[in-house]
């Protein structure tokens, strides 16, 4: 299996841009993760599905955040409008049945 | 809640010199505790994993062993490498809890100096 695939590796916008992060699990996994990584706060869940059914939202930062699974080898994250401040990295991970979870590469975002 | 407590970084040493890295965990269930390592540029590699208490999780030279009684789980390596030098994520996950998404310490940077 190729992994966890991440789409774009890195994105640069403008602010007030929308902004689409996608993601590949690895397939016959039935979890998927969204994490931001930054220096300051260090690593966040997003949110995560589980049989592509969205469990647990709540660190999505706000409404300009949204996450979609249509089906179970396709994720993305979406930020519409995008700001400074969601300058980052990006992380898709996917895992078997809650196990360890296997992560991406990482999309890096800048927002300028 | 769930926590993770890491030692705070940098920890820098010389070749072959022994590692050890404080991890301890605040969970409400039975967790599952993992080490993740992170090379610049680069997505968050699984090193090892503990399921039980006193599991003790090995890969490539590194251990840890899960200690039910002080809640920790303390990365060691006896002979550090250069190639070692990474950010390590200590990490736990409580299904019986009802949380499977992964809670993550802060991070240590490790810096191996030939």
């Known amino acids: 299996d190729a992994g966890v695939i991440q789409s774009p590796r890195h994105e640069v916008t403008e602010m007030g841009q929308e902004v689409t992060l996608r993601c590949k699990p690895i397939s016959g996994h039935d979890y998927l993760f969204w994490y931001r990584q930054t220096m300051m706060r260090g690593l966040e869940l997003l949110i995560y599905?589980?049989?592509?059914?969205?469990?647990?939202d709540s660190g999505m930062p706000e409404d300009r955040f949204s996450a979609k699974m249509p089906n179970a080898s396709f994720s993305t994250l979406k930020i519409q409008p995008s700001e400074p401040r969601d300058s980052a990295v990006y992380f898709c991970a996917s895992s078997y049945r809650g196990n360890e979870a296997f992560f991406g590469q990482g999309t890096r975002l800048t927002v300028v | 809640g769930n926590s993770v407590t890491q030692m705070e970084g940098p920890v820098t040493l010389s070749e072959e010199a022994f590692l050890t890295i404080n991890c301890t965990y605040t969970a409400t269930g039975y967790p599952s505790l993992f080490w993740y390592v992170q090379y610049p540029g680069e997505g968050l590699q699984l090193l090892l994993k503990a399921t039980k208490a006193d599991d003790k999780g090995s890969n490539k030279g590194f251990e840890a062993t899960y200690r039910k009684e002080t809640t920790s789980f303390h990365l060691e390596k006896g002979s550090v490498q250069v190639s070692d030098s990474a950010v390590y994520f200590c990490?736990?996950?409580?299904?019986?809890?009802?949380?499977?998404?992964?809670?993550f310490g802060s991070g240590t940077r490790l810096q191996v100096q030939p």
């Open positions: 599905f589980n049989n592509n059914v969205p469990i647990d």
């Open positions: 990490a736990l996950s409580d299904p019986l809890g009802g949380r499977r998404a992964l809670t």
